[in-house]
Structure formats: structure tokens, C-alpha cells
């Protein structure tokens, strides 16, 4: 017997939320941990250290300007892909998903051209506490980018047929990764000045 | 949270766009900002205070935190304040990394004292 899972669409009324909301947003509340501990440990290395390197000075300020732009630019087509989805326009929020997802490959080649010039000078985590700091946090940046691409390439793709059998639920899968997405960008807004720019 | 009418969601949208600009603006004072070469402090308070209105502005606007459901803000709080204990923790290392820094210092600068 199939047994139907409740409030997968209409709100919980003692919560006031859908269940995929109130889990991406506990996800989110564990998420903001793991990046708080890493920020944590930067803090306590860098007050620590005899000295310490101004990130300018040894990154690409350029390119991670850049990629803040290409970033920002992703949540703002994703809550535009949302808004397309709910006023009933499928291939517009569509249009706007594909745009994301385009976003989060140039942020990760721009990422991977920044990386490519640092190993290419022998420049790896091994070398000192900064860049192993650096390549941490950056690189698990970068690995929740790739999550939430692969996620979006399933909205956009197979994931897309929920559209015609159960609009309101595909909707909801949208808003749901667009938090995610955007705590992804939030990270990064905090990311980029204290290791590129101080 | 948000209402469900045409008319609302082409206001959000515009209001999405707005909050676009202010954060495409904000990056370019933060990367602005950082060639001047303020002194310690004075360059990361006012980084992670153009940072902190970014953020303000994608939680509040993108997620839209300033009009959610009281159980989202209570999941937050807790977040939030163990996020300030983890902040706090490398202050309370802060006499004993000091000390180890000073012993550091002298190791370097009178290596024939200590034997090193």
C-alpha cells in the first residue's frame, strides 16, 4: 500500500511551514556550523600568528571580484526563475534556472583558473597556514556550488516533468534550492573579504 | 511570507532587481575600500560591515527572512548563538597564543639564549 507523505505542498498548520522547508532551513542552521568552525579556525590562526599575509597579496582580487559579480547574479536569476514559476510561466523560470546553472560553471572555471595559476607555482594547502586555510574553506565553497548545480541541472531536466502533474510541489522544490543557493552566496560575501581582501 | 497575486510577485521581482544593484554597488565599495590599506582593525571592521549589509540584504530580500515564519527565526537563534560560541572560542586561546607568540618572538630573536 503507498502511503501518501503529508504537507509536502500545503503548510503544516502547528509549523506554519512545508516539510521540504523546514528541512532545507535545519539543513541550512548545520550548514551555517560547518562554515562558522572554519571561520572560527581562521580567526584563531590568524590572531595567533606571528604574522600573516594580506590575502591581496598573494591572491587573484580580479578574479574572485569577478566571480562575487557571477554569484550574486546567480541568486538574483534564481529568485527570478521562482517568481517566472509562480505567475505560471514555465519556459521563462526555466530560462532563468539555465542561467543560474550557467552562473555556477563560470564561478567554478573562474575557480579552477584560480587554482590552476597557484598550483602551477607549486602553491598548495602543504605550504603554509593561509593557503591551507584558503583552499578549505574556498574548496568546500566550491563543492556546495557543485551540489546545487547538480541539483539545478535535476530541476531543470528530469526534475522538470513534476511541473505538469504537480505544479505547486515543483515550485516548492525551486524556493527550497534557491535558499540553499543563496546561503551559498552568503558564505561567499563573507568569504571574499576576509581572505582576498584583508 | 510573500502573497501569491500577479501584481505581488511583479512587485518582489522588482524589488529583487533593486537589491541586485545594491549588492553589485556594495562589491564594488568593498574591492574599493580594500586599496586604500586601512590600518588593522579599521580595514576589517569596515569589510565585514559592507559585508554584513550584503548578507543583511540576500537573507533578508533573497530568503526573505523579513517576513518568515516564527520557526525559521527560532532555528536561526539557536544557529546563531552557537555560531557566537565558535566565534568567541579563539578569544579565550587568546593569553595562552599570546604567550606562545612571545616565546616564539624570543626563540627567534636570541636563538643562543635558549640553546635553539
Known sequence: MEMEIPY?????PDTGLYNGKLGIWLFLASEFMLFGALFSALIMMRTGAISWPHGYTLLNVPLATLNTFVLIASSVTVVLAWANFRLGDFAKGRMYLIATLACGFGFMIIKAIE????FSH???PAENNFYAIYY???GLHGLHVVGGMIVFAYLIWPGAKLWSHDRQRYINRVETTGLYW???DL???FLFPTLYLL | MSGNS????RHET??????????????????AVSYLHLSGWRAIALALFIAGIKGFLVAGYFMHLLSEKKLVYAILAVATAFFLLLIWIPYTEKDSQDAARAAAIAGETAPAENGH
Open chain 1, 136 to 138: 578549505t574553506m574556498t
Open chain 2, 6 to 9: 500577479p501584481e505581488q510577485i
Open chain 1, 187 to 189: 558564505v561567499w560575501i
Open chain 2, 14 to 31: 522588482r524589488i529583487y532587481l533593486t537589491v541586485f544593484a545594491a549588492l553589485a554597488a556594495l562589491t564594488v565599495v568593498t574591492v
Open chain 1, 115 to 118: 587554482y590552476g595559476t597557484k
Open chain 1, 122 to 124: 607549486h602553491l598548495y
Open chain 1, 8 to 12: 509536502t505542498v500545503e503548510e503544516r
Open chain 1, 182 to 184: 543563496h546561503f551559498v
